[in-house]
């Protein structure tokens, strides 16, 4: 039976962090994929307050919510640290995966399933958040500095979904007003660990896609 278990679905950005976690720091683990719509006993068993994905289960016991199972990750395997030595720049790097969460998803998302003024507001939102991440990124390679960490963990989605809500949704989120952006994207998707582990695109479209047509049904 595997040390580590990591209960997830296919298109999460929630597990893909997760992934990439235990995949930097080398942690063999059993990926366990769920479907959410029929949820098994287990995942019940393991999150019974959020009774979601991501979940890992280390030796028997649950960690659930991504932000917190890095932390556990880290503080579990020192190796190949996704966080600083220094508390400012620990502090730093949760205060961007925070914002990522709290901030910036919530107003893609509103994005994503509004119309009209409402997603023009929307877009206002992530216009002006994704100012405050390219700011972050003057003079680094990646958020972590010279190596991926905790944001870039994070913010890796924005490599992966922002393509899709181009495509299904017209959404364009990062342009030539965010060089830095731009040029971290591909240097996160190409690193050799990341790209390993991507949800396929076409199979993204198609189920955003869906999203999309229930969110703007046909009138």
Do not use: C
């Not at 958020?143 to 992966?160: K, R």
């Amino acid at each position: 039976m595997a040390e580590v278990k990591l209960f997830k679905t296919w298109s999460t950005q929630f597990g893909a962090r997760v992934v990439w976690a235990l995949k930097l720091k080398g942690i063999q683990y059993e990926a366990i994929h769920e479907d959410l719509s029929n949820k098994s006993a287990l995942l019940l068993q393991y999150n019974p307050v959020y009774k979601k994905v991501p979940v890992l289960v280390h030796n028997g016991k649950p960690i659930s919510e991504s932000l917190v199972i890095l932390e556990y990750i880290e503080e579990t395997w020192k190796q190949n640290p996704i966080l600083p030595e220094d508390p400012l720049g620990k502090a730093n790097a949760r205060f961007w995966a925070k914002f990522n969460d709290e901030k910036l998803l919530p107003s893609i998302w509103s994005a994503f399933t509004k119309e009209g003024k409402e997603r023009e507001e929307a877009m206002g939102a992530v216009l002006e958040s994704l100012k405050f991440v390219e700011e972050e990124l003057k003079g680094k390679k990646f958020f972590g500095g010279e190596t991926i960490g905790l944001a870039d963990l994070v913010f890796g989605w924005l490599a992966n979904l922002a393509p899709v809500f181009e495509e299904v949704a017209g959404l364009k989120i990062l342009d030539e007003r965010y060089p830095l952006l731009l040029a971290w994207q591909p240097e996160f998707s190409e690193h050799p660990i990341i790209k390993d582990y991507w949800p396929p695109h076409d199979k993204l479209v198609i189920k955003y896609q869906a999203l999309y047509e229930k969110y703007h049904p046909a009138k």
